[in-house]
T-cell receptor, first 119, second 109 residues
Framework: DAGVTQSPTHLIKTRGQQVTLRCSPKSGHDTVSWYQQALGQGPQFIFQYYEEEERQRGNFPDRFSGHQFPNYSSELNVNALLLGDSALYLC??????????????????FGQGTRLTVV | GQSLEQPSEVTAVEGAIVQINCTYQTSGFYGLSWYQQHDGGAPTFLSYNGLDGLEETGRFSSFLSRSDSYGYLLLQELQMKDSASYFCAVGQAGTALIFGKGTTLSVSS
């Protein structure tokens, strides 16, 4: 059973460009969350998708947008890249239906991340 | 605003016991989670406390006191492979996770 997979693993972009990162959740999971992790910091919540809709959003500008597909996979898009967008971007999958059905917390599974460098 | 405070670094020797504390101030509370992250790796789930008290999972235990907005992760019988960053996070898998800045644990022989 494949866990959470993210692509690409590394990416170098120039300021002002646009980037798309991809995530496939763990089998059986229906919810995808995206996080940005700067060096030496904890992951910061960007947004969460469930049933192809943005369910929650953190404190990130509109340059950050996303999408979830019917097969639960997800994309993170960042427009007009800034040097400060350089970070590790993590995708986490979970089962919101599982939590609602059982009332028990189900852990979030993280992918290995995409290391984005903006030059 | 929301904030979580945890020590930035902790050092210990193999076989020892270490406690990593976490205090939080958040607008909503959906439980306290703990994650481990090795250098360059994915964060992996360790433990979750939704109610006050102690949760034990093998060598790791986690505690929560909601009245004190405080929790801790206890690691026993430390091994070299436990050297990693440890994050407390408010929330659970069904909600956004708000992470602390992390505690770097260094275990020496």
């Amino acid at each position: 059973d494949a866990g959470v997979t993210q692509s690409p693993t590394h990416l170098i972009k120039t300021r002002g460009q646009q980037v798309t990162l991809r995530c496939s959740p763990k089998s059986g999971h229906d919810t995808v969350s995206w996080y940005q992790q700067a060096l030496g910091q904890g992951p910061q919540f960007i947004f969460q998708y469930y049933e192809e809709e943005e369910r929650q959003r953190g404190n990130f500008p509109d340059r950050f947008s996303g999408h979830q597909f019917p097969n639960y996979s997800s994309e993170l898009n960042v427009n007009a890249l800034l040097l400060g967008d350089s970070a590790l971007y993590l995708c986490a999958s979970s089962s919101l239906q599982g939590v609602r059905a059982t009332g028990v917390n189900t852990e979030a599974f993280f992918g290995q991340g995409t290391r984005l460098t903006v030059v | 605003g929301q904030s979580l405070e945890q020590p930035s670094e902790v050092t210990a020797v193999e076989g020892a016991i270490v406690q990593i504390n976490c205090t939080y101030q958040t607008s909503g509370f959906y439980g306290l989670s703990w994650y481990q992250q090795h250098d360059g790796g994915a964060p992996t789930f360790l433990s979750y406390n939704g109610l006050d008290g102690l949760e034990e999972t093998g060598r790791f235990s986690s505690f929560l006191s909601r009245s004190d907005s405080y929790g801790y992760l206890l690691l026993q019988e430390l091994q070299m492979k436990d050297s990693a960053s440890y994050f407390c996070a408010v929330g659970q898998a069904g909600t956004a996770l708000i992470f602390g800045k992390g505690t770097t644990l260094s275990v020496s022989s």
